[in-house]
T-cell receptor
């Protein structure tokens, strides 16, 4: 199994809503990542978890809150988002932090209205 | 990486021709580089990687060339096929070895 599974695939939320994005991998990878991708732009790193601990936060606003409940799961909790936060949110995993070949999920297409 | 603004650079090639996609990277201390392919509606997919102590690496139908002097990376695709149509991103690993940074993408369009 070389898949990273993200749910939901699409999400529309209001600016006062609270929602969560979920990511799961069963490859035994110990590093997991959240990226944000706007249209026609490259993915931008948001957070890195290594061995279930947050190791990198790329100055992401607190309305985005990551959580790593165990080595297979990664969540991104969303609260009080803005329309400019609308983007494709990608989860990835790799054997170790910075190690070769990160596997990406298909992403969650988020629209904030 | 490079921010290409509102429009991605586009490379249009005929099916069967060879394609060359270029990327300029920013950190001379980066030790590892990867090419990713992203099809519409999907996440990036690993194609090939190269370490900074190499200048060329070949895979199946793909070759990556690294020129550290000018901080330039290229991806060559032989006998390009319609299934190769996608956006291609280069990525560099920082010298701390703990994160990947993506460069601006190039859209490859293959004409049948």
């Amino acid at each position: 199994d070389t898949e990273v599974t993200q749910t939901p695939k699409h999400l529309v939320m209001g600016m006062t809503n609270k929602k969560s994005l979920k990511c799961e991998q069963h490859m035994g990878h110990r590093a997991m990542y959240w990226y944000k991708q706007k249209a026609k732009k490259p993915p931008e790193l948001m957070f890195v978890y290594s061995y279930e601990k947050l190791s990198i936060n790329e100055s992401v606003p607190s309305r985005f809150s990551p959580e790593c409940p165990n080595s297979s799961l990664l969540n991104l909790h969303l609260h009080a988002l803005q329309p400019e936060d609308s983007a494709l949110y990608l989860c990835a995993s790799s054997r170790g932090q910075g190690s070769s070949e990160a596997f990406f999920g298909q992403g969650t297409r988020l629209t904030v209205v | 990486g490079e921010n290409v603004g509102l429009h991605l650079p586009t490379l249009s090639v005929q099916e069967g021709d060879n394609s060359i996609i270029n990327c300029a990277y920013s950190n001379s201390a980066s030790d590892y580089f990867i090419w990713y392919k992203q099809e519409s509606g999907k996440g990036p997919q690993f194609i090939i990687d190269i370490r900074s102590n190499m200048d060329k690496r070949q895979g199946q139908r793909v070759t990556v060339l690294l020129n550290k002097t000018v901080k330039h990376l290229s991806l060559q695709i032989a006998a390009t096929q319609p299934g190769d149509s996608a956006v291609y991103f280069c990525a560099e690993r920082n010298n701390a070895g703990n994160m990947l940074t993506f460069g601006g993408g190039t859209r490859l369009m293959v004409k049948p």
